[in-house]
T-cell receptor, first 115, second 111 residues
């Protein structure tokens, strides 16, 4: 079956612009989580969506937002981009939202560069 | 490939030897602890998990040990192969699907 698909793979934006990243989870999976990965901060949790509702949110400013559609596809948006937002953004797909559901499947990520 | 971490601790191991990767965690309330492997240009890949009420779990060529007294987790890889070269992350899971990741360890397998 198809894995997690993230688009686009690479993106270059200018400071002050906004960006939307997309994630299509594995078919049948209803939970989508987003992570930011940087060399300095490592992997940090952004937010989690399940059945179109945000269930968890990490410690990121309000410029970072997301949503989930009825088909479980998710988008995240970053407004007023800063140089420090340059990172690999990873999406993880899970079957359910229960704590016992430990296997999250990650996409290849979107590499965002802010110049 | 994409740089996962410029200053990660690195474990160099000879092909065929066993590898041990260590991780300290912080949240005593975590329900599960999970190991992920990330190869260059790819997202993290699930390796094995262990529930908080266990102290050892074995998979194919891998064993995870959990010591709750000192909040320590380790991943043992038996007979390390070149394909095991990657960055390894431990992660804690409590509520929902939020994962809190450790800093990562780079494993280099020497032929």
């Amino acid at each position: 079956k198809a894995g997690v698909t993230q688009t686009p793979r690479y993106l270059i934006k200018t400071r002050g612009q906004q960006v939307t990243l997309s994630c299509s989870p594995i078919s049948g999976h209803r939970s989508v989580s987003w992570y930011q990965q940087t060399p300095g901060q490592g992997l940090q949790f952004l937010f989690e969506y399940f059945s179109e509702t945000q269930r968890n949110k990490g410690n990121f400013p309000g410029r970072f937002s997301g949503r989930q559609f009825s088909n479980s596809r998710s988008e995240m948006n970053v407004s007023t981009l800063e140089l420090g937002d340059s990172a690999l953004y990873l999406c993880a797909s899970s079957l359910t939202a229960g704590v016992w559901n430990t296997e999250a499947f990650f996409g290849q990520g979107t590499r965002l560069t802010v110049v | 490939g994409e740089s996962v971490g410029l200053h990660l601790p690195t474990l160099s191991v000879q092909e065929g030897d066993n590898s041990i990767i260590n991780c300290a965690y912080s949240n005593s309330a975590s329900d599960y602890f999970i190991w992920y492997k990330q190869e260059s240009g790819k997202g993290p890949q699930f390796i094995i998990d262990i529930r908080s009420n266990m102290d050892k779990r074995q998979g194919q060529r891998v064993t995870v040990l959990l010591n709750k007294t000192v909040k320590h987790l380790s991943l043992q890889i038996a007979a390390t192969q070149p394909g095991d070269s990657a960055v390894y992350f431990c992660a804690e899971k409590a509520a929902g699907n939020k994962l809190t990741f450790g800093g990562g360890t780079r494993v280099l397998v020497k032929p």
